[in-house]
């Protein structure tokens, strides 16, 4: 991602940087509090589908925007 990035937004490189920081908390935080409500599997589908429209989302980002020269 970080190298996509750099060809397209190098501007954006800290700021994702720092988005990527607080999704690791809040990530970590969301993961044991799901997994002691509806527990480790459940919380483990909930990580891969979050994962899968993150990779979605890549996808079509890279798709959509035009790649400079």
Known sequence: GIRILAQR???LIP????VN???SVLGS?????LAMVWGFDQALLV???LYLAGLGL???AV???PTPE
């Open 47 to 49: 990580a891969a589908g």
């Open 15 to 18: 700021w994702a940087w720092g």
């Open 63 to 65: 798709r959509a925007s």
């Open 21 to 23: 920081g607080a999704a």
């Open 58 to 60: 890549v996808t079509r």
């Open 29 to 33: 935080v969301g993961a044991i509090a």
């Open 9 to 11: 937004a190098p501007e």
